[in-house]
């Protein structure tokens, strides 16, 4: 069997596709494995693609003998039907994906119920004031904490927010009573949340359908000193609703890691407002975490070959929900 490994530019795949996995691939399948970079797939015998960010577009009939792509990366929405339609199999490193984001997550959460965010913005200039702060914020012992999305990231902020004290409250249509119990997580509605809530943290699938789905009456139900997080999508929140909620009341406060118009990140409204904290888009795999992605494509590899099941196998069905 054979395997090509392709994208737009190759320094991003050998990120993700260090030469060591590269020659694993080799010696289980026993064929070398080009290395292509490109805009569009050229075609060939192969029985396996591995790609990442960057995918190039696959003409599914130049590659006749095509079994499975293995997407070392998150999102495959905007190729992953023609594959599946086409009876290619598709696997994603989604939750590989999910691990840096929830690690990030969790600690700024950690953070937040101690007022570390808004403490540090006025300790340089005023140490006493910023000390004062201290207890106007609840600390981590039974705080309330709102989790929006319960995917591959919510549920493992869910997971990690268990060794904590902290009162876990969640959103999410799709998941079950049991499910939530699992998790250590109550269910609530998005209002219920944002009301009642000392730090909400957003990991809604970015779909259509939610597009704006955080409004102005969810901002403005923020208690004093309440924060909000979003390592989800930009486009999910009305941005100049949750700058009049934060310049209404200056003691909440928000931590941003992705905002509406990436390309215009200067012409950003809420960057005029001090209490909010905005991060160049960094919760997600970085540095050395993109090896983990590739690895486990590899490892997806191992399990088609043996028939074994993979719970990174997307279907035409899971793409009606997931990101």
């Known amino acids: ?41 050229p075609g060939g015998d192969e029985d396996f693609i591995f790609s990442t960010w960057g995918i190039p577009d696959i003409d599914v009939k130049k590659y006749p003998n095509l079994k499975a792509v293995f997407y070392g990366a998150g999102s495959v929405q905007l190729f992953g039907r023609n594959l599946l339609e086409n009876n290619i199999r598709l696997f994603s490193a989604w939750k590989a994906n999910a691990v840096p984001v929830a690690e990030f997550t969790f600690a700024q959460i950690l953070l937040a119920v101690k007022g570390y965010f808004p403490s ?26 709102g989790i929006l999305g319960l995917g591959a990231i919510g ?14 409250w969640a959103y999410d249509p799709f998941v079950t009573e049991e499910r939530a119990e699992k998790l250590g997580v109550s269910l609530h509605s998005l209002s219920e949340i944002f009301a ?3 730090v909400v943290t957003n990991h809604i699938a970015n779909l259509p ?14 208690p004093d000193y309440a924060c909000f997080i ?18 209404e009341n200056k003691t909440r406060f928000a931590l941003l890691d992705v905002i509406t118009d990436e390309k215009n990140f200067d012409k950003c409204i809420l960057n005029e407002l001090d209490n909010c904290f905005i991060t160049p888009h960094m919760a997600g795999t970085s540095g050395l975490e993109t090896e983990r992605m590739g690895q486990r494509m590899v490892d ?22 997931m990101a």
């Open 120 to 145: 540090l913005a006025i300790a340089k200039k005023d140490r006493p004031k910023a000390n004062q702060l201290i207890n106007a914020h609840p600390g981590a012992y039974r705080t309330r904490v």
């Open 230 to 247: 979003n390592t989800g999508r930009g486009a999910q929140l009305n941005e100049q609703d949750l700058y009049d909620a934060l310049k």
């Open 209 to 222: 359908a939610t597009v704006g789905i955080l409004k102005r009456e969810h901002f403005f139900s923020m």
């Open 155 to 168: 549920s493992r902020v869910a997971e990690r927010l268990k060794t904590t004290d902290l009162e876990v």
């Open 196 to 198: 009642s809530c000392q």
């Open 300 to 321: 997806n590899m191992k399990l088609v070959l043996k028939g074994e099941k993979s719970e990174d196998e997307v279907t035409l069905r899971m793409l009606e929900t």
């Open 1 to 41: 069997m054979k395997a090509v490994l392709l994208a737009r530019e190759e320094k991003t795949l050998r990120r993700v596709f260090t030469e060591r996995q590269i020659a694993e691939i080799e010696q289980i399948l026993g064929e070398k494995a080009n290395v292509i970079e490109c805009e569009n797939a």
